[in-house]
């Protein structure tokens, strides 16, 4: 293939990445392009999003995630796949610390094969989120959507999630005529990301899952943590040790509703494959 | 075991090509395909081919195609594809037929042996805009036996839609093409709901036992048509060889088309009388295999009986996966 570049095709409960590491790419490389090129199902190779790994000065790498329409973001199974990558590149140790767009995030290889990684402090303050809304918190709130009013909370974990509880996961038809419209509400400036949330247990939630930029996705890490503090500081949990389930499979969050506890986000990573990609269109 | 694959797509529709001889001792074949064309816990694609070098009656590869759902079926991108990985491996090397812009050669398949050629020029390469490296791919194909098809859909099919979208289908001439592989044509452009919906319906309605594929297609100028297709295993796909085959075949149209679909062009034509078989010829069926439950009376067999199809075979990506 005509001036092709590495990368690794990794997956953490079904949350697919194309992860390059930035020093094997050209300079200048146009990581937003790249994410709506390599990203593409049809077209690419295909992923939920593009990881971009290099070295850092205020940790021990850096990453930088693109959705797959080009906007950055964070994320948590993206976090987990970087620090498997660069684990086995032998560039991290077994505990250490990420640099991410929402801060530095330190980690810890568990014996079991995990990955825990501190998620940091959850947001609560509206400026913060960003959300146009007055009060101190967004904590069941009735939000107009299609004329409806669905009572959410909203929380930010590095990314703005909106946690929808609710008794039954939506089907497809409802799933996908609300979730775009929540994702572009005019309340979210920046848009938002919808966690669908069923309450399964005293430690257990399950979620169905819309990622902005994105679309529907199997797994999210930070979404995983915000339903797990939302379900929380909304009294429908009193656990601090929950499983949340996607379709992709289980994480592990661990908080507590403390003054600066941070989340701790448990799961796994792996490489599906590695590859080289074919040059750029003309 | 980390093995070799390519992926590539033509106009959007994904393939992973695989070399038999580097994944010896692999077996179960639709369970391989089911895993790597696993979008996100795999490598994705719409389907996996299986080459093998050389093969009857004189071809220089032989393939096999998998549906991501792990079905084997047809596929005329796949031909393509098969065609683009023998030129890559050197398999492909028959003297250039046009004023050295061609490689031609034969394909083998599960349904008979095909005739494919790449053109190579830097001229063909602008003119289409390619990315360096993919080459314009042209495979030919004939109507087995010849195809069947018919200008009606089963009455149940047929009251069903009539009843649920009164405007505009309960008009329209619908009917089906068996290709080797069934497909209904609806000559209308619907909207995403009805695609999904209706598509979703009609490849496991009882009538179409193995499940059928959807042509959704508009005429725009006499030789240029635009169709969104449905495959069956598979869903919606990008593009569709085959069904663009199945479409000329269903209009008759013998001359060439342009067929735009949503992820880019393919052209086929049809080429009357220079294949094997001229109707009224009887078709030879495979007895106990039926694509079709219900009665073919009233079916009439293809004419032309070749068809020629045209399309650029994209890279994405070389990788190692495991066995």
Redesign the interface.
């Known amino acids: 293939?005509?001036?092709?570049a590495p990368?690794t095709?990794m997956?953490a409960v079904?949350?697919?990445f194309v992860v390059v590491e930035a020093a094997e790419w050209p300079e200048g490389t146009d990581w937003p392009a790249l994410a709506q090129r390599v990203c593409d199902?049809?077209?690419?190779?295909?992923g939920?999003g593009l990881l971009v790994v290099s070295g850092s000065d205020r940790a021990d790498v850096r990453m930088r995630m693109y959705n797959p329409d080009g906007t950055e973001d964070m994320c948590g199974n993206g976090l987990r796949c970087v620090i498997r990558f660069a684990a086995g590149r032998g560039t991290l140790g077994e505990r250490g610390t990420v640099e991410t767009i929402a801060g530095v995030r330190p980690f810890a290889l568990l014996p079991d094969g995990r990955i825990d990684a501190d998620m940091g402090i959850p947001r609560f303050a509206p400026p913060d989120l960003p959300m146009k809304v007055s009060g101190e918190r967004v904590v069941d709130f009735p939000l107009d959507v299609c004329g409806e009013l669905l009572p959410v909370t909203v929380v930010s974990t590095g990314t703005t999630h909106t946690v929808v509880f609710v008794d039954e996961l939506p089907g497809d038809e409802r799933f996908f005529l609300l979730s775009p419209h929540i994702e572009h509400h005019p309340a979210f400036p920046e848009r938002t990301s919808v966690m669908w949330t069923r309450v399964a247990g005293p430690d257990r939630l399950e979620l169905r899952i819309w990622e902005r930029g994105a679309g529907e996705t199997?797994g999210c890490g930070t979404g995983s943590c915000a339903a797990a503090v939302a379900a929380q500081v909304t009294r429908r949990v009193a656990a601090s040790q929950i499983a949340v389930a996607s379709k992709?499979g289980e994480l592990e969050v661990r908080w507590r509703p403390t003054d600066a506890m941070t989340i701790h986000l448990i799961g796994g990573a792996e490489a599906?494959?590695?590859?080289?990609?074919?040059?750029?269109?003309? | 075991v980390r093995r070799p694959f390519t992926k590539v797509h033509v106009a959007g529709n994904s393939f992973l090509l695989l070399d038999a001889a580097e994944w010896s001792g692999v077996t179960d074949l639709p369970a391989l395909a089911r895993r790597l064309c696993d979008p996100r816990t795999g490598v994705g694609a719409d389907w996996l081919a299986w080459i093998t070098a050389g093969g009857a009656d004189g071809a220089c590869a032989t393939a096999c195609f998998f549906r991501c759902d792990g079905v084997e079926d047809r596929s005329g991108n796949g031909l393509l594809c098969a065609a683009w990985f023998a030129f890559r491996r050197g398999w492909l090397t028959n003297p250039a037929r046009r004023g050295g812009t061609e490689i031609a050669g034969l394909i083998a398949t599960r349904d008979g042996v095909h005739e494919v050629t790449i053109e190579t020029s830097a001229e063909v390469n602008d003119e289409i805009n390619e990315v360096p490296g993919a080459w314009r791919t042209t495979a030919v194909t004939w109507a087995w036996n010849p195809w069947r098809i018919r200008n009606t859909l089963p009455p149940a099919v047929h009251k069903w839609l009539a009843a649920e979208y009164p405007e505009p289908l309960s008009h329209l001439k619908m009917g089906w093409v068996d290709a080797g592989s069934p497909f209904v044509v609806i000559p209308y452009l619907p909207t995403d709901a009805e695609f999904h919906r209706i598509s979703s319906w009609l490849e496991n309605h009882p009538a179409f036992p193995g499940g059928t594929s959807v042509v959704w297609a508009e005429d725009e100028w006499g030789h240029e048509s635009t169709l969104r297709v449905w495959r069956r295993g598979i869903g919606e796909t990008a593009s569709s060889g085959l069904a663009t085959c199945a479409y000329l075949a269903w209009v008759g149209e013998s001359s060439s088309v342009w067929m735009n679909y949503p992820g880019g062009e393919l052209t086929g034509e049809g080429q009357a009388g220079s294949g094997k078989h001229n109707p009224p010829k009887k078709p030879k069926r495979t007895p106990g295999v039926s694509l079709l439950r219900f009665s073919p009376k009233g079916a009439y067999f293809t004419w032309p009986d070749l068809y020629r199809m045209h399309g650029p075979v994209k890279p994405v990506c070389e990788g190692w996966g495991d066995a």
Not at chain 1, 1 to 4: D, E, G, S
Not at chain 1, 272 to 282: F, N, T
Request: aromatic share 10%; glycine share 16%.
């Open positions: 293939l005509t001036a092709a990368f095709k997956q079904g949350n697919d199902r049809h077209f690419g190779v295909g939920d199997l992709g599906v494959y590695s590859g080289l990609l074919a040059a750029e269109p003309a």
